[in-house]
């Protein structure tokens, strides 16, 4: 797996959603519609591991929002994979959401 689902705290994934969030502040959403797309989707991805992992529910409801938000313009582009990303997110997001968090070791 990767770094960020290797460790147990939060530290990589931190780094990660700031780097995601700089670079939608820096990128103007007209110019990379959808490059800014992949990139919350990237930022939602983050979000829900480590909300998982904080139990920090806010952190899931953004992560869920920013998939729901994503999923029409994947769809209408025709870009199966994304769109199954964040069907995937938005499933994952809503039973953390609904049953809890999991309980580590």
């Known amino acids: ?3 960020a689902e290797r460790e147990t705290g939060t530290a990589t994934l ?8 700089a670079a939608l502040a820096a990128r103007p959403r007209e110019s990379d519609e959808f490059g800014c797309a992949n990139t919350n ?8 591991v480590a909300g ?7 952190r899931v409801e953004e992560a869920l929002a920013l ?6 313009a994947f ?3 025709g ?15 809503e039973a ?9 070791g």
Do not use: M
């Not at 931190?14 to 969030?21: H, K, N, V």
């Not at 998982?52 to 806010?58: F, I």
């Open 1 to 3: 797996g990767s770094i």
């Open 14 to 21: 931190d780094e990660a959603i700031a780097t995601y969030r």
């Open 41 to 48: 989707l990237n930022l939602a991805g983050a979000l829900v």
């Open 52 to 58: 998982e992992r904080e139990g920090a529910c806010g």
């Open 67 to 72: 998939y729901r938000a994503v999923l029409p």
């Open 75 to 77: 769809d209408a582009w």
């Open 79 to 93: 870009h199966e994979f994304r769109a199954g990303l964040a069907r995937e997110g938005i499933a994952r997001s």
């Open 96 to 104: 953390i959401l609904r049953d809890g968090f999991k309980k580590s």
